[in-house]
């Protein structure tokens, strides 16, 4: 089992960035694939990045691309989501998000269903 806790959510002017934490105990981070996940209101959560269980390969959605990158310090058992250039959109609930399988080499799955363990959010809100 994995208890993950999200942090740095905040208000944030558009062109503005914001650095998100997620922090991990129960098990030791380095064994599990991570992504972060979004989640508007009245619209379903969705995929925002994903990165290898040691760090070295993330995935991004084109809509974050270039502006959002995920890192992680498994010695902190933390991941990261680092968000420049924010516009009003981005706005949502984010989600850190764990799971199992051998991802070693290769970025997580891009959909919720696969993942175990969620955090219980932190809301990002981006003003105009």
């Known amino acids: 089992q994995v208890h993950l806790v999200e942090s740095g959510g905040s208000l944030a002017q558009a062109g503005g960035s914001l650095n998100l934490s997620c922090t991990a105990s129960g098990r030791t981070l380095s064994s599990v694939v991570m992504g972060w996940f979004r989640q508007a209101p009245g619209l379903e959560r969705e995929f925002v990045g994903t990165i290898n269980r040691i760090g070295s390969i993330s995935y991004y959605a084109d809509s974050v691309k270039g502006r959002f990158t995920i890192s992680r310090d498994n010695a902190k058992n933390t991941i990261y989501l680092q968000m420049n250039s924010l516009k009003p959109e981005d706005t949502a609930v984010y989600y850190c998000?764990?799971?199992?399988?051998?991802?070693?080499?290769?970025?997580?799955?891009?959909?919720?269903?696969?993942?175990?363990?969620w955090g219980q959010g932190t809301q990002v809100t981006v003003s105009s």
């Open positions: 998000a764990g799971g199992g399988g051998n991802f070693y080499l290769a970025p997580g799955p891009t959909t919720r269903d696969f993942y175990d363990y």
